[in-house]
């Protein structure tokens, strides 16, 4: 009895160090060797050890990532946020409230130099210089326009900044001169109607000036071009069917990219004058913007639930094969305009911040293929018309309150 008990344990024995090295085989794993003590012998007995990633689920996995020199000091949490499905983000700082002197903020940019523009909806401008990260912003100038900037964007040599209208006033782009305390307006109106929605300096030049580009209510794109202290501007295209909401540029071609309310990208290449990609999408488009480390990375900016903010491969120009897309949930009790508030690239590509009408703002991480966002900031008690990050000061986030006040948040 006892010798048919001994030999059905070393069957079954036998029988489980099999099914254990098969699995380690199908699972990828190691084997290792164990030594186990009787009291009569000593056996050795081969255990198979499965990977660790193994007892999570696929879908919570992150590949490795390659990240910049410049990203290092503020990404080494990223092999601990590598186990969590949702990633994980800083603190954030108590903000620094700094009152912008306007009633109701339209709009604000900012220079690489660290000049910051703000400007009101009574067509109220006023352009600030950050002295350290504590909240010492000072005022350097103000001035009152004719009517109020439907958008503004800073000259590259940090001077002049210039500003978009309505085409059926007075003038549809003139620009402010910080050296002589003046604003002077451009000749020529080649927008036929409505508004001009956006306009952008192209991050690289023609026939060796600055030009930048504008995109309105006429459904066309515009580009304006710098000769001998003179603006001269030149109609690219009018194919849009609907309003130009959101004009780029990329920086490692001559590409000028708009986005309209038809649903369509449409990019086209300024020293060939061909199309290079038109495309349609779910939605309406509201903005564009290149990321500024990978010229390969195009944000969109659309209106599909927990899908707003679509980011795009140029490498694989297809509407359809979008590398992931990220956004918040729309609700009777938070709705969301994101027409009004505008999204911005942190220096290092890695996190889009975006402003909201709700009491707060939204940050998002491209690297989780997920939609929902990393960070969101409340208590600002009216809507953020945009949240930008300092290009000097590393980890500095200015957000421009519609109530007009500033803030300075920093993470920590």
């Known amino acids: 009895m006892v010798k048919g008990k001994d030999k059905r344990v070393n069957e079954f024995q036998a029988h489980r160090r099999k ?39 696929e879908s919570s996995r992150v590949p490795d990532l390659q990240l910049p020199t410049s990203s290092k000091a503020r990404c080494h949490r990223s092999e601990a946020a590598k186990k969590n499905a ?24 900012m220079h690489s130099e660290g000049f910051i523009s703000t400007w009101a909806q009574d067509g109220g ?41 309505k085409s059926t006033g007075r003038a549809q782009v003139g620009y402010y001169d910080l050296s002589d305390d003046r604003f002077r307006l451009l000749p020529g109106e080649p927008h036929c109607t409505g508004l001009l929605r956006s306009i952008k300096f192209m991050p690289w030049q023609v026939s060796g000036a600055p030009c930048f580009a504008t995109g309105g209510d006429d459904h066309s794109v515009v580009l304006w071009k710098e000769s001998q202290e003179h603006w001269t501007s030149q109609k690219l295209y009018n194919s849009h069917s609907s309003f130009v909401y959101g004009v780029a540029g990329a920086a490692h071609k001559s590409l000028i990219a708009s986005a309209s309310v038809d649903k369509h990208l449409r990019m086209v290449d300024v020293v060939s004058g061909t199309d290079y990609f038109c495309g ?74 975006t402003g909201s009408c709700e009491d707060g703002y939204d940050i998002f991480d ?26 000097v000061v590393n980890d500095l986030l200015i957000s421009a309150i519609r109530g007009g006040r500033i803030w300075l948040q920093q993470i920590i």
Request: glycine share 6%; proline share 6%; charged share 25%.
């Open 19 to 57: 099914r254990k090295s098969k699995a380690a085989i199908a699972g990828g794993g190691v084997k290792k060797k164990k030594v186990c003590k009787n009291k009569d012998k000593q056996e050795e007995e081969e255990v198979a050890v499965l990977p660790k990633w193994h007892k999570r689920p």
């Open 125 to 165: 401008i006023r352009i600030w210089r950050l002295r350290g990260t504590n909240g010492a912003m000072t005022s350097i100038c103000s001035a009152h326009l004719h009517e109020c900037p439907q958008d503004m964007e800073w000259h590259p040599d940090g001077n002049r900044l210039f500003a978009a209208f």
């Open 86 to 109: 949702h990633p994980k983000f800083y603190k954030m700082s108590s903000p620094v409230t700094i009152d912008s002197g306007h009633s109701v903020i339209k709009g604000m940019d």
């Open 366 to 391: 491209i690297r989780y293929n997920n939609y929902l966002s990393t960070h969101s900031v409340h208590g600002t008690k009216s809507g953020v018309v945009k949240t930008q990050w300092h290009p």
């Open 280 to 353: 349609k999408f779910d939605s309406s488009l509201l903005s564009v913007e290149f990321n500024p480390v990978d010229p390969n990375l195009l944000l969109l900016t659309g209106c599909v639930e927990k899908k707003q903010l679509m980011l795009m491969d140029l490498r694989y120009l297809d509407p359809e094969s979008l590398v992931h897309s990220f956004g918040w949930e729309i609700g009777e009790n938070h709705p969301r305009v994101t027409r009004q508030f505008q999204q911005c690239w942190s220096p290092d590509g890695w996190y889009v911040s």
